[in-house]
């Protein structure tokens, strides 16, 4: 395997497989107006769904449904839920990501889309790989050239917004699999976002242990309009 290939491998080549992945940690978001932690708990079934409910105070604040068609998020804060097609409600946050995407930056991960194209430039102590994928500007950095680790992923909207995702803090799921980096930190680097920081610390990864992803829009509450 040459030195290019190495990379692109580590890059996008999955952890681990499993039929089930249940994750809990603890979050925290930092923006302008407040500065929030909160509980998370995470299910994902490969392909199919993936579930995420956020507790603040031992109080459900938000719970999200996601599968490779729609998104489904309850606002139980402010009484309002958000029903709509992925590839829209991608577009309202300006992501070129699917179901698959996700889960894919969720194990840790790096996308390279087909219809893209990329550059990689590597030294005996890190390697960046940028990524062209229609209007976005896709920025990956690995190091340890030994073993490739992605240790960071940035990128940038057509509007000129942009984020960065810091990983850190790998260990082993399970003998014989991959890394799986339990702290993730993501950062507001330019434009109009929400947020300045959303910080994911993981406590706790289960595999192959199925639970169920409950989700009911409770009455009364109004949609939000995107």
Not at 57 to 75: P, Q, S
Not at 84 to 90: A, Q, T
Not at 146 to 165: H, N
Request: aromatic share 12%.
């Amino acid at each position: 395997m040459n030195d290019e290939q190495k990379v692109l491998d580590a890059l996008t080549r999955h952890p681990f497989t499993y039929k089930f992945f249940t994750a809990k940690a603890k979050v925290r978001v930092e923006s302008p107006s407040m500065n929030i932690s909160g509980n998370l708990q995470m299910r994902v079934r490969p392909g199919e769904a993936i579930w995420a409910s956020v507790t603040i105070f031992g109080f459900e604040a938000f719970r999200l449904y996601m599968t490779k068609d729609t998104v489904r998020v309850i606002d139980r804060l402010n009484r309002m839920y958000v029903e709509e097609p992925i590839d829209k409600w991608m577009d309202m946050y300006q992501l070129p990501f699917g179901l698959r995407d996700v889960e894919t930056i969720l194990l840790g991960k790096g996308l390279i889309p087909e219809e893209s194209s990329y550059r990689i430039n590597s030294d005996e102590a890190e390697a960046e790989v940028s990524v062209q994928y229609k209007e976005y500007a896709i920025r990956y950095l690995l190091q340890n050239m030994i073993q490739p680790q992605l240790v960071q992923m940035a990128i940038k909207d057509p509007r000129g917004q942009a984020i960065k995702l810091t990983l850190s803090s790998f260990d082993f799921l399970r003998p014989g699999t991959g890394e799986f980096p339990f702290h993730r930190l993501i950062e507001a680097v330019s434009g109009d976002l929400p947020f300045e920081s959303l910080e994911i610390t993981f406590n706790e990864v289960t595999l192959d242990e199925e639970k169920s992803m409950p989700f009911e829009i409770p009455r009364r509450y109004e949609r939000m309009e995107p």
